[in-house]
């Protein structure tokens, strides 16, 4: 067979374009002549050379998280801990200090943990709940503060009024992980924050079929040095992962308000339920942040609850088999709802004493919201509770 034809072919573009964006999957982007080159290395007109550098479904993505969160130039990258990653190596080195969250999302405490004194950065681990505790932690050296807007799986509420305060006082990069939260609810470069991170696989994406995360920061140098270690690092998204992720952030904000409504409502009906120790939904008057929730939060409580099931392991399979409708997966943001055991997964790796110590118990139950009809989700879990005892 002669296959002389097989080359390059040019990809058709009429004078009209399409109105859903293209996959753009090429790694690499070919340039008229070397000048042509030389005008967009230097910036004179705009253009892709290589993939891990850059490629218009990230950019494209990137500047619709840009105006949820009223950043500017934020950065798409891999996964959400590859945005952890690029917010602390872009702007850290050996001998600064780093203050965490004491309930941040477990990777990240590994990497503050394990990982950074590794590399000659000291970490302290603080309650973020309390501005003092954060401020009690920092030292002479510190350089960055990473909390989250609100904790997994306890739902409690950092005092970001407090700790931004701190920051800027004190001149310190104040960095916060918004995933749980979301910009539907708070924005936290407008209250202070220097970095937002997200990981864009949950509720942002919410279809559980994209891994990536994004990263944004408010100073233009910060921005720099934060592409140019991404691309250093190889923590360049896929283009597929972030066609998908536009796709599904289109109907964020109609997820989001539709989830939460009904995680109030679920939240309700399980405070009502017997055989439940205790709910925790963040604008509930019986959480221990509810003031706080009402004002930063402004009274949207979001789309996870959690609760503790009076009983152990035998009570939560119980339980479990009960709703197996709904997919047992320790997840959050999908468009659909799912249920997570936290001393069995997210939180396994800590001693009993430890999981104790923040009211994880056997029992501990964290529900992420979806979009299900809200009287079938609602019933669904309650009867999956009595019948459970
Ligand atoms: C899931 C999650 C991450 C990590 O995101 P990946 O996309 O899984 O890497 C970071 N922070 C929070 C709060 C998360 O829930």
């Known amino acids: 067979m002669d296959s002389s034809h097989l080359r390059r072919a040019r990809f058709p573009l009429g004078a009209s374009r399409p109105v859903a964006s293209p996959i753009q999957p090429s790694v690499v982007y070919a340039s008229r002549d070397a000048d042509a080159l030389d005008d967009q290395y230097e910036g004179r007109v705009e253009g892709y050379t290589y993939a891990r550098e850059g490629h218009p479904n990230a950019d494209t993505l990137a500047r619709l998280i840009d105006g949820l969160e009223g950043a500017e130039d934020g ?190 409502k679920l939240a309700g009906a399980l405070s009502a339920a017997k055989g439940v120790k205790r709910v925790i939904y963040p604008t509930h008057p019986a959480h221990p942040d509810h003031k706080r929730a009402m004002a930063l939060l402004g009274g949207i409580g979001g789309n996870m609850v959690s609760f503790e099931l009076d009983g152990g392991r035998e009570r939560v399979n119980r339980f479990l088999s009960a709703v197996s409708e709904i997919p047992f997966a320790p997840t959050l943001g999908d468009i659909g709802t799912t249920i997570s055991h936290p001393a069995s997964s997210s939180h396994r790796a800590l001693s009993v004493d430890q999981r104790e110590a923040l009211g994880i118990t056997e029992g501990f139950i964290r529900v992420s919201v979806g979009c299900e009809n809200p009287d079938w989700l609602v019933s669904t879990i309650v009867d999956g509770v009595s019948s459970s005892v």
Not at 152 to 163: A, F, K, Q
Not at 168 to 185: Q, S, Y
Not at 229 to 247: I, K
């Open 75 to 264: 950065l798409v990258v891999g996964s959400g801990m590859a945005a952890v990653t690029v917010a602390m190596l872009a702007n850290l080195k050996s001998g600064d200090h780093v203050v965490g969250a004491d309930q941040l999302y477990g990777r990240s405490l590994r990497l503050m943990r394990e990982d950074l004194p590794r590399f000659g950065i000291a970490t302290t681990l603080a309650d973020s709940t309390i501005a003092g505790e954060i401020e009690a932690a920092i030292r002479p050296e510190t350089r960055m503060i990473l909390i989250e807007t609100v904790s997994n799986p306890t739902l409690r509420v950092s005092d970001i009024e407090g700790v931004a305060r701190l920051a800027t006082e004190k001149g310190i990069l104040l960095a916060i992980d918004n995933t749980f939260t979301t910009p539907r609810v708070l924005q936290p470069l407008s209250l202070g924050a220097d970095i937002v991170i997200h990981s864009v696989t949950k509720l942002l994406a919410g279809h559980s079929d994209a891994t990536l995360g994004y990263v944004a920061a408010r100073d233009a140098g910060t921005r720099d040095r934060m592409k140019i270690l991404a691309a250093t690092m190889g923590l360049t998204p896929s283009p597929f992962d972030c066609w998908l992720a536009e796709r599904g952030l289109y109907s964020f904000e109609m997820r989001f308000d539709r989830a939460a409504s009904s995680a109030d």
